[in-house]
């Protein structure tokens, strides 16, 4: 076991997750925190069903063996096709009493608020769209709200290439922006599906038309996870707070450090992981 205080587990196949753990430290400063991205295996969005369920398995196992007793998955692919499998089958019988949550979910609760239109657009990977999950929890929540989506595959190179906002991006961003919005002209809030696109957002506006909000799941995950400990005092109780943090790659550390920076906002030291369980 690497860490003896317990911890919140943040996971994502990559960086992104690092928007989302940025936002969730600077709203909860004070717990201890580990993080993991399985850049080893990134990226995920084009894998099979079976292929990311396994990974997020094998994840999240590693998070709690680490006593995180509380995972997030800060990573829409991973939320979308595996979460609700873990939380049914394997939470109840093999760890009763920990706990995973994504940022799908938190995400559809609050885009009512955001759209007078009831025509909402949702930007993300290939394996985001295809699972069509934001059209089934948005429907559950505002089953009066359109869903209008759009795969935007290369946007989360650019941004791991540190791309994303030299010129060389506004071809990428422009078409799939124009790509999206040619769908239904009465979009009036666009939720940004993937845990990379906050980078994005400076050179996204510059393809928007005023009056179309634009919602990052950063800080909506973050919110979340601070009503969620509100109401869960029986997890919150359990976890440590020495605001430690501590992270961790399956891939290269050095090459992990140097990109995580950028989604972070500060310097990252982090450790390899074998996942191999």
């Known amino acids: 076991m690497i860490n003896t205080q317990q911890s919140i587990g943040v996971f994502d196949s990559g960086y992104g997750g690092l928007t989302v753990f940025k936002s969730i430290v600077n709203k909860l400063p004070d717990y201890n925190y580990i993080y993991l991205g399985d850049n080893g295996r990134a990226p995920y969005g084009d894998r099979s069903f ?4 396994q990974y997020t ?7 709690f063996a680490q006593n995180c007793p509380l995972v997030i998955l800060a990573c829409n692919t991973a939320s979308a096709k595996a979460l609700r499998s873990i939380q049914q089958n394997i939470l109840p019988n093999k760890y ?10 938190p995400t559809a609760e609050i885009v009512g608020d ?5 025509v909402v657009g949702v930007m993300g990977t290939r394996g985001t769209v295809n699972s069509e999950s934001y059209l089934m929890e948005i429907d559950h929540f505002f089953p009066n709200v359109k869903v209008v989506q759009q795969s935007c595959p290369m946007w989360v190179p650019l941004i791991e290439n540190n791309e994303h906002l030299e010129p060389g991006a506004d071809y990428f961003v422009k078409e799939y922006v124009a790509e999206l919005l040619a769908k239904d002209a009465h979009i009036d809030c666009i939720i940004l599906a993937c845990t990379h696109y906050p980078l994005l ?6 393809f928007l038309p005023n009056g179309i909000d634009l919602l990052g799941q950063d800080d909506i995950v973050a919110d979340s996870l601070v009503s969620y400990l509100e109401r869960h005092p029986e997890i919150a109780g359990q976890l440590g707070k020495a605001a430690i943090r501590a992270f961790y790659t399956s891939g290269d550390p050095r090459a992990f450090d140097a990109s995580a ?13 074998d996942l191999k369980l």
């Open 201 to 206: 957002i400076p050179k996204i506006k510059e």
């Open 114 to 118: 955001f759209t007078k239109s009831n």
């Open 96 to 105: 009763p009493g920990y706990r995973v949550l994504g940022v799908i979910r």
């Open 50 to 53: 079976d292929t990311i369920y």
């Open 57 to 63: 398995l094998e994840c999240v196992e590693w998070l």
């Open 261 to 273: 920076s950028i989604f972070f906002g500060e310097t990252v030291n982090s450790n390899r992981v």
